[in-house]
């Protein structure tokens, strides 16, 4: 789940168990730790399977149905010498093999954006001035949340309007895509709880499926052939999640466990919270009503021939809590030799007979903490414990997975502190179930490396699915699978110099065209193009606030025209102190109680693990004095080049050298490139400044709560 297009996001997944199941056989008690064991020479790579190989597993039913797509050589249970993994389907019906179900969602989202969704601008701009409301009135909030929402509406929002001109198809993608997915997830309800029916329907049919092969293909056989008849056995979940795919599973799993009469919408004299029930939850869309009156066919079917087989209607019976009401209707009637049945209606709520089979719900770079923290009115619900049922017989295991560096992802401290998502889920010991670890060197890029991350996966598929020794080890967060030095390394230099430095190249190449153009015309455009990018005049926003909203207009003329010159931050200004506030947003959302161990020594996996760098302390002068430091030298640097540069004969006698005298002899080319370079030590030297000044501020306002 994640990419919300049919089967995208699951190839990578059966590739990586596939290379799982085919590397160096590993006993359960090893002491090696599966990174050590990913090394191996003998660990394959595959990077073949395409959607095109689940979707001719997955559709069912002339298009309109979802199975699961099953392949040979990715067993279950380890296997010293497995079979060849090479994409050949599986035709074992006894599910030895991993079956994978990648369940899109994508036409919901894309019927209802075009008809419901607003702009980045404006969903961004409504729900800042919603969390202001809610800080002024004292109400807890995510110290995170401001400041990360901010920065899109400053940063992002400039950015879009900046690339619209050229890149208008990539913008749309962006903004009214992946944003616009979150916005209408987070603020149109209707959206959310069709989603939500999707996947409880989804996971019905696969219950279903699952006893229609096992019921034809292994029960009836035995039937027909006198042998002693097979017992029926579930099958066992592992949802798997990613990015916006994670909420909503997790609000799928949740709602599958809300009780009957509230997800059934009976009105009662009960208040129930006003999150409760979802809306959109009860629609029915006329190919789910086409798949239900098949799947309802050929159970009855089975009722009706196997009445005196109390085994079977007990089965049923488990995956259709109505089935004696459903099936026993007078649903047929005589038509010469023939009878037909009639059309059975697509239940009014989905069965949910599969919620008791979730062993474990997997979340990578999931933003649950954030939909909490933007859209807390969506949640209420997550704090009383009599909305829910109790009939579970274990808890779900839930681990969360996510990179540093990956904006999206987190700590789910908010979620996990709620009575409902503890009664319903098992995240005991915390250290070893919500875990942020630094794999990743490229921020942003982080969020969607985890599919071809074999250790990540590795360890997912040996400690937790085979295993299940994450709920007991102490070594299942070992320090190598935890943190990449390099990693942490490049995501410091792209935060705090790469972006600053491609900032001050871009400027550079601006003023250097205007350097060297002989027109007087488009020298001038030039420079102020140049800082323009840096700082601007406050001019077209002040008059789009005023078109959009004429209480946003000045009160007096001295102010109004203040406020259209005041000088603001220009594009490349925001891009800068937005990578260095957004590292210190991820920094305070990994924050833990623990840190990680040096040198091999143990740590208490009874507490979140957080790593502790200078720059995310709550004393940040040293690594301010650093960067100040570093903006100083690069000014030292450049001040001393363009000495030498435009005064020569000065130069060389205050350092008693008979060098720079010679300069005043150069010309051409090469001056020009002298003038450049002087020109860009110093800007960049600026920039530092800059980004020292960005640093503190971040620092200032987004700190641990």
Request: hydrophobic share 40%.
């Amino acid at each position: 789940m994640g990419e919300q297009k049919t089967n995208v996001t699951a190839p990578p997944v059966v590739e990586r168990f596939g290379e799982a199941r085919h590397r160096e056989p590993v006993s359960p008690d090893s002491k090696k730790q599966w990174f050590q064991r990913s090394s191996s020479s003998e660990t394959p790579t595959y990077n073949f399977i395409i959607p095109a190989n689940l979707s001719e597993q997955t559709v069912r039913n002339d298009g309109i149905g979802h199975g699961w797509a099953e392949f040979e050589g990715i067993s279950v249970s380890q296997d010293s010498n497995p079979q060849e993994f090479n994409g050949a389907i599986s035709t074992d019906p006894n599910g030895k093999n991993f079956r994978f179900v990648d369940i899109a969602w994508q036409f919901i989202l894309r019927s209802d954006i075009e008809t419901f969704g607003s702009s980045t601008e404006e969903w961004a701009s409504a729900l800042l001035e919603k969390l202001e409301l809610r800080k002024k009135n004292g109400k807890p909030m995510a110290s995170w949340a401001l400041p990360m929402l901010k920065s899109i509406v400053n940063t992002a929002i400039p950015v879009k309007e900046m690339l619209a001109f050229k890149y208008a198809a990539l913008t749309k993608l962006v903004f009214d895509g992946f944003l616009g997915d979150v916005h209408l997830y987070g603020d149109y309800g209707r959206t959310r709880g069709r989603a939500v029916r999707h996947f409880h329907v989804v996971l019905d049919e696969i219950m279903i499926r699952d006893f229609l092969q096992w019921y034809w293909q292994i029960y009836y056989q035995s039937k027909e052939q006198n042998a002693k008849k097979p017992a029926y056995e579930p099958p066992e979940f592992t949802i798997i999640a990613h990015s916006l795919g994670s909420i909503m599973s997790f609000d799928s799993l949740v709602y599958a466990h809300i009780r009957d009469d509230i997800r059934r919408n009976d009105y009662t004299s009960e208040e129930w919270p006003e999150s409760l029930p979802f809306p959109g939850y009860d629609f029915i869309h006329d190919i789910e009503k086409k798949n239900w009156n098949y799947l309802h066919g050929k159970l009855q079917s089975i009722w009706k021939a196997e009445q005196g087989n109390p085994a079977i209607l007990d089965v049923i019976r488990h995956i259709i809590p109505n089935a004696d009401e459903l099936f026993n209707a007078d649903t047929a009637h005589a038509n010469g030799d023939q009878q037909e049945h009639k059309s059975i209606a697509a239940p009014e709520i989905p069965y949910v007979s599969w919620k008791n089979h979730v062993t474990n719900f997997i979340t990578i770079g999931s933003p649950i903490d954030k939909f909490l923290a933007l859209w807390p009115d969506n949640y209420l619900h997550l704090y009383d414990t009599g909305t829910v049922t109790t009939s579970a017989p274990e808890k779900m295991y839930h681990y969360n997975f996510c990179d540093e560096q990956d904006p999206v992802g987190h700590h789910l401290e908010e979620a996990m502190k709620t009575p409902v998502y503890q009664t319903l889920f098992n995240t005991d010991p915390i250290g070893n179930h919500d875990v942020v670890f630094r794999r990743y060197g490229i921020p942003g890029v982080a969020h969607n490396l985890y599919w071809t991350d074999q250790e990540l996966f590795f360890g997912i598929i040996d400690k937790i699915i085979d295993t299940k020794t994450a709920n007991t080890s102490d070594d299942f967060v070992w320090k190598e699978i935890h943190e990449k030095t390099r990693a942490f390394k490049s995501a410091k230099r792209w935060a705090y110099y790469l972006i600053p430095l491609i900032t001050t190249l871009a400027t550079t190449a601006l003023v250097s065209y205007g350097i060297l153009n002989d027109s007087l015309l488009w020298r001038w455009l030039s420079i102020i193009a140049a800082v323009l990018l840096w700082v601007q005049p406050n001019l077209l926003t002040a008059y789009k606030d005023e078109t959009a909203d004429s209480r946003k207009m000045a009160p007096s003329w001295l102010e109004d025209k203040w406020n259209k010159i005041r000088p603001v931050r220009g594009i490349f200004s925001r891009l800068v102190s937005a990578a260095i506030e957004w590292r210190r947003i991820l920094i305070v959302e990994s924050l833990g109680s623990n840190t990680v161990p040096v040198d091999n020594q143990p740590y208490d996996v009874s507490e979140r693990i957080a790593f502790q760098s200078q720059e995310m302390t709550d004393k940040p002068l040293k690594y301010f004095a650093l960067l100040v430091t570093v903006a100083t030298l690069s000014l030292a640097g450049s001040l001393a080049l363009g000495y030498t540069l435009y005064y020569p004969v000065e130069a060389d006698a205050l350092l008693h050298i008979n060098v720079f005298t010679h300069l005043s002899t150069i010309s051409g080319p090469w001056l020009n490139a002298g003038k450049i370079a002087f020109f860009f030590t110093l800007s960049y030297s600026l920039v530092r400044f800059y980004v020292a000044g960005s640093f503190l501020g971040a620092w200032k306002r987004c700190r641990p709560e």
